[in-house]
Structure formats: C-alpha cells, structure tokens
Nanobody, 124 residues
C-alpha cells in the first residue's frame, strides 16, 4: 500500500520558516516527479512546486519563487519543502503528491498518489 505522509506543518508568524517533509512508503520515488500543492479554505487546490524525476529540474508557482525550495532524498524516499519568509496568504493545507515518470506538472490530476496534508498557518 502506497502512503505519503506529510509532516512539519504548524503555526508560525509572518516572516518565519517551516520545513515540510513527505515520507513515502510502499513505492520508491526515484522515478517519480514529486509535487507540493496547497488548498486554503474555500479555494481550489493550487500548485506550489514540483521536481521531476530524471534531472531534478524544479518548477515553482510565481507566488512562492525565491521563498520556497523543494528537495528530494531518494535514499530516504522523502521530499522536502523549505518555506521561508512566510506570509499569511501561505496559510493552507499542504499536500505532497507523486507522479510516476512525471516531468513536474502543475496539474493536480497528473499525480497518482497523494498524502493527507499538513496544516500551515501563518499569523500576521
């Protein structure tokens, strides 16, 4: 059974940092593109960042460029999201997702596997 488990969310003041982790079990991620998405209350799920499986290229939403960094450790089957200079508008549930042989799509329906999400709340 494939499981993606996010952790590291919490409450932080504006300007602060958090590091999210997504630990994957039941499959290896070495040939998966990994993505992070987020969903705020009353809004659609939106793309945050992705990293492709073959060359490590990364793709960021404009709203997080320069503040967020995705990385992956295939040996640990884990992907990370370092979030700096957080803003109240970053408040959302953050989800990680896996796309086998993916290129790092920004479309949620490209991803086959999803975690349950972790809440990030940024206070002003």
């Amino acid at each position: 059974q494939v499981q993606l488990v996010e952790s590291g969310g919490g409450l932080v003041q504006a300007g602060g940092s958090l590091r999210l982790s997504c630990a994957v079990s039941g499959r290896t991620i070495s040939r998966d593109a990994m993505g992070w998405f987020r969903q705020a209350p009353g809004k659609d799920r939106e793309f945050v960042v992705a990293i492709n499986w073959s060359n490590g290229n990364t793709y960021y939403a404009d709203s997080v460029k320069g503040r967020f960094t995705i990385s992956r450790d295939n040996a640990k089957n884990t992907v990370y999201l370092q979030m700096n200079s957080l803003k109240p508008e970053d408040t959302a549930v953050y989800y990680c997702a896996a796309d086998h042989y993916g290129n790092g799509s920004s479309r949620p329906n490209a991803y086959e596997y999803w975690g349950q999400g972790t809440q990030v709340t940024v206070s002003s």
